[in-house]
């Protein structure tokens, strides 16, 4: 019996299945079954809180740009010929971006409740938003795309590097968003500091002027902000048919590609860490 | 004795987790040792118990047990089991309606989303919701809640169930019946590790018990001894506080 005992073969704490995932598993079937339902439930949840529901996914990048348009074609009167497809152009990227990041930080640390009662892994948290605005994303993209068509603009060959762009964009998010949600519950003022660095990368990124008014000299220096040069991109497409710049687009892809490994590996070392930081907090 | 009944499924070798206190600080705390020296092994298909005051470290055990948080000195094995805390109304949201909440906490407690959904109908009959089920949980009293909680965590099954004080939920009938299925599953085959201060439903429902006080084992052994020494104990300590008091 001893030796029965002895001979028994001890797997690894990671090797230990538990609830959803367990440790050492990267792509656990359940682990997508709660991300796309927790997505729907959120969604759901969020639509049901309001009057008018799902409307508010379109009426409130309306709102904001309406408000901008007012600011910066009337006050500023920076207004003129295509000025309005610019801007919204630009801020529609802008808000999947800022929305992104400022929602990443807390995630884990919203949380805190879930994660002391069951196992989940916390890659969950920030999956889950990411998809939640990627999705508000997708319906003002399509107003957005509409909005273009009906103005005059017409699809040309290089809409088809659209998805290109976007799909960088949304590597650049989840990159820097799951940075965010790895070490905010660590250092819970970062996520004070991130709004007011957002507030500061929205106006060095092109949103409301054009690159083209950057003189040549700080080009570079300009283009070192990846949404800087996602949003030129973006510009250039949809309202001039040109193509992106393939040399920066990869780059930030690469480079987003990078940092999205290592704070997944990150999340994941930290695992059975956040349970306990989130609940001293 | 079988060789199946003697393997084991979690090993703890005196097992010691602290808390430490957050964020930057001037002058740091020093670590919070909830568990100091713990040390058993669950075997499998047995219910083992968890005895021990308030404070004694049992819950936090409990969420080391379900892999929730890690120890930080000693050895604790999970031999390759699922462990889940048996914990009602997990993840629950207001606005969502009630299949769409247990759907949610199905997930959440480990099933996939096709096993709840093929579940459904258990679930619907065994909470009594009826109709209630597509209304929005915002709708429901506290007692419907409860039922419904019940009814979806019944129908996870991992390999070791842990069960922290809850048997019976929500009103008078429901308790009863909720404590009757519970009874039920803990005398089954299933393995399970039951936490309570209350010796009397631990001799009643386990084989074996753990007494635990201030983060250290004090005694491993078959129920009747150990609830006895953790009795003669706390008779003990009674009288020397009254001894104290009188002083």
């Known amino acids: 019996m001893r030796d029965f005992l002895r001979s028994e073969i001890v797997l690894p704490m990671q090797m230990s299945h538990r609830g959803i995932g367990g440790g050492g598993r990267w792509i656990d079937p359940r682990m997508i079954d709660l991300v796309l339902y927790k997505t729907y439930a959120d969604l759901r949840a969020e639509a049901a809180k309001t009057y008018v529901n799902y409307l508010w996914w379109v009426l409130d990048p309306i709102l904001s740009m309406l408000v901008f348009y007012v600011v910066f074609g009337f006050i500023f009167h920076r207004g003129g010929e295509g000025y309005v497809p610019f801007l919204l152009t630009g801020l529609v990227a802008w808000t999947w971006y800022n929305q992104t990041l400022s929602h990443a930080g807390s995630t884990i640390l919203n949380g805190k409740g879930l994660i002391n009662q069951v196992y989940v892994p916390k890659l969950v948290f920030p999956l889950v938003t990411f998809l939640t605005d990627l999705t508000k994303f997708a319906v003002v993209l399509c107003v957005l795309l509409l909005f273009l068509l009906i103005s005059g603009y017409s699809p040309s060959a290089s809409w088809l590097a659209l998805p290109l762009v976007l799909l960088t964009q949304l590597l650049l998010c989840m990159a820097l968003g799951l940075v965010l949600a790895a070490i905010v519950p660590y250092l819970p003022d970062l996520k004070l500091l991130v709004g007011h660095l957002l507030h500061l990368q929205f106006f060095l990124s092109g949103v409301f002027y054009s690159a083209n008014d950057i003189p040549e000299p700080y080009r570079f220096w300009f283009f070192l902000n990846p949404m800087a040069s996602l949003i030129h991109d973006y510009h250039v497409i949809l309202l001039k048919g040109g193509w992106p710049h393939w040399g920066r687009l990869t780059v930030i892809a690469l480079l987003s590609l990078l940092v999205l490994t290592l704070a997944t590996i990150l999340i994941q070392r930290l695992d059975q860490v956040y349970p306990r930081l989130v609940r001293q907090a | 004795m079988n060789a199946d009944r003697m393997q084991p499924l979690l090993s ?3 097992v010691g987790l602290a808390f ?21 092994t669950l075997h499998h298909g047995e219910t083992l118990g968890v005895i021990g005051r308030n404070a004694a470290g049992k819950s936090t055990l409990m969420r080391l047990l379900a892999g929730i948080i890690k120890h930080d000195r000693g050895n604790f094995v999970n031999h390759g089991y699922t462990a889940a805390l048996l914990s009602l109304q997990t993840g629950f949201v207001p606005y969502l309606t ?6 949610l906490s199905g997930i959440l407690l ?10 459904m109908q258990a679930i619907i009959e065994f909470s009594e919701l009826g109709d209630f089920i597509d209304a929005p949980l915002s709708t429901y009293s506290s007692g419907m809640r409860a039922r419904l909680g019940f009814a979806v965590a019944y129908q996870v099954e991992p390999d070791i169930l842990l069960i922290d004080e809850m048997l019976g939920v929500g009103d008078e009938s429901f308790r009863t019946k909720s404590t009757e299925a519970m009874h039920a599953r803990i005398r089954s ?5 039951l936490v309570s201060h209350n010796a009397g439903t631990i001799r009643e429902l386990c084989d074996r018990a753990v007494w635990i006080e201030e983060g250290v084992t004090r005694a491993v052994g078959p129920v009747d001894e150990v609830t006895a020494t953790y009795r003669d104990e706390l008779a003990r300590r009674r009288k020397q506080t009254r001894s104290v008091r009188s002083r």
């Open chain 2, 98 to 103: 009630g299949r769409q909440n247990a759907i």
């Open chain 2, 189 to 193: 085959d299933k393995t399970i590790v």
């Open chain 2, 12 to 14: 703890l070798d005196q």
């Open chain 2, 20 to 40: 430490r206190s957050g964020g930057l600080s001037l002058r740091p705390q020093p670590p919070f040792w909830v568990l100091k020296d713990v040390s058993f």
């Open chain 2, 110 to 119: 480990g099933l996939r989303r096709r096993e709840v959904e093929a579940q």
